[in-house]
């Protein structure tokens, strides 16, 4: 019974769960889409179970968060920030500086480092957004955000990580796949 | 930051989870705030000493 009697209410406790299942399923879901080398199913769900638990969320009448969860939350996602970006940094030099070992390591480097910029361009556009302008209690913004994003998260994955306009190793050298913008790489092809 | 909630939410003989659904907080904050582990804002102190049926002066020991 996930839903009270009166079907428009729904308790916290009721809602942590359905947020578990939701993440227990989209977990699944990426790891199998991850296989099937489909990009395209898990980005639906993702956008599907945003919006389906931002409604649901609504529901709950409950204080699902306060004040002292917003700053601890603001302290966390600061430091989790910080960590991700000296990772990414290391990772990122030490794939680029090994590039020759293996061509597959300097997209990887370069994703870390544009992951990182885009990261902390992101966070001081909300920093300074949230120092000037009080967004508090928009839920229609926060909404239109998340679909927002998520589109442009479909159409890059579409666009880079589908696998149609890139350099293909094959018989020792490098054959173009689709029509890449970019030149072969210089990696030797094994 | 020391404060008489403990006493004053014993007093009226309220629970920790009545006092938080009057202030329009969680349970646990009423706890951190109860143990001084925690500094409101001056809404919340507001909201705290309101629902105790007291003032913030008379809540918060500064």
Not at chain 1, 102 to 116: K, Q
Request: net charge positive; aromatic share 14%; proline share 3%.
């Amino acid at each position: 019974m996930l839903i009270n009697s009166n079907y428009k209410v729904m308790t916290l406790k009721q809602f942590r769960i359905v947020k578990l299942v939701f993440t227990v399923f989209l977990a699944m879901i990426f790891g199998r889409s991850i296989v099937l080398n489909s990009y395209l199913m898990p980005i639906i769900a993702l956008v599907a179970s945003a919006l389906i638990l931002f409604y649901l969320r609504s529901r709950v009448k409950e204080v699902v968060a306060d004040e002292r969860d917003y700053l601890t939350g603001g302290r966390a996602a600061l430091l989790a920030m910080q960590i991700y970006s000296w990772a990414a940094v290391i990772g990122m030099l030490i794939l680029y500086a090994n590039r020759a070992l293996n061509p597959a390591y300097e997209p990887v480097a370069m994703t870390l480092a544009y992951s990182t910029c885009l990261l902390m361009l992101l966070y001081a556009v909300i920093f300074r957004y949230y120092n000037q302008v009080k967004l508090a209690d928009k839920k229609f913004f926060y909404a239109a955000f998340v679909l927002v994003l998520f589109i442009a998260l479909a159409v890059f994955s579409l666009r880079f990580f589908s696998g149609e306009d890139n350099w293909i190793c094959q018989n020792g050298r490098w054959v173009k796949h689709g029509q890449p913008d970019f030149p072969a790489p210089t990696a030797e092809c094994k | 930051m020391e404060n008489r909630i403990k006493e004053l939410r014993t007093k009226l003989n309220i629970t920790q989870e009545e006092l938080a659904n009057r202030a329009g907080v969680r349970r646990e904050t009423i706890v951190f705030l109860e143990q001084g582990k925690y500094n409101p804002s001056l809404k919340l102190a507001h909201e705290v000493a309101l629902a105790l049926k007291t003032t913030i002066d008379k809540l918060f020991i500064f």
